[in-house]
């Protein structure tokens, strides 16, 4: 099945420094990325989806200045938190889809879990 | 807006078979997956359901009622292996999925 990476996996950082979190697909093209966080045994919310080439779609009540996303290929697209602060610890997955796939067959990323000291 | 209900937690023995219900309501409304998250990992697509009835893959099954706004995940010959979280999520019109808050399955010997 279709492949997708996250790098860092774990990140431990002082507040007020910038994460960088990337997410590939490694055997697709994927044209949109999808960015979730997951709180301890909660749900996925979605935060933001992303197209190649054009400016990412935030969800209601994240902070597109704090949360910066690029999807500068059809492979790869990145998050950083910019500033991170204590309650920005989370986990963050991304999740891939190729172009005309129904949303069902997104492909989730292992996750990278930050921890903001 | 969308709105999912699921139960927080089941417990039940291996060998068992044990069914996660999940209600929702929604505006526009394509389809029910499940995603089965074991701790600490990435969700992995178990099924979907576009249509009424029941769809059969293995030991798993996944049940849609679009009248009622209703669906299930049911288990069968329950193993260690199946203890892990199991989230419903709609698919909108636009090609996106929302959550459930998902449900904690313990499998206990």
């Known amino acids: 099945g279709a492949v997708v990476s996250q790098h860092p996996s774990w990140v431990i950082c002082k507040s007020g420094t910038s994460v960088k979190i990337e997410c590939r697909s490694l055997?697709?093209?994927?044209?949109?990325m999808f960015w979730y966080r997951q709180f301890p045994k909660q749900s996925l919310m979605l935060m933001a989806t992303?197209?190649?080439?054009?400016?990412?779609?935030?969800e209601q009540g994240v902070e597109k200045d704090k949360f910066l996303i690029n999807h500068a290929s059809l492979t790869l697209s990145t998050l950083t938190v910019t500033s991170a602060h204590p309650e920005d610890s989370s986990f963050y997955i991304c999740?891939?889809?190729?172009?005309?796939?129904?949303?069902?067959?997104?492909?989730f990323g292992p996750g990278t879990r930050l921890l903001v000291l | 807006g969308q709105s999912l209900e699921q139960p927080s937690e089941v417990t039940a023995v291996e060998g068992a078979i044990v069914q996660i219900n999940c209600t929702y309501q929604?505006?526009?409304?394509?389809?029910l997956s499940w995603y089965q998250q074991h701790d600490g990992g990435a969700p992995t697509f178990l099924s979907y359901?576009?249509?009424?009835g029941l769809e059969e893959t293995g030991r798993f099954s996944s049940f849609l009622s679009r009248s009622d706004s209703y669906g299930y995940l049911l288990l069968q010959e329950l193993q260690m292996k199946d203890s892990a979280s199991y989230f419903c999520?709609?698919?909108?019109?636009?090609?996106?999925?929302?959550f459930g808050g998902g449900t904690r399955l313990m499998v206990k010997p």
């Open positions: 999740s891939a889809r190729a172009r005309g796939r129904a949303a069902e067959t997104q492909y």
């Open positions: 055997d697709f093209q994927a044209t949109t």
């Open positions: 992303s197209n190649e080439g054009s400016k990412a779609t935030y």
């Open positions: 929604t505006s526009g409304f394509y389809g």
């Open positions: 359901n576009a249509l009424d």
């Open positions: 999520a709609v698919k909108n019109a636009g090609n996106m999925l929302t």
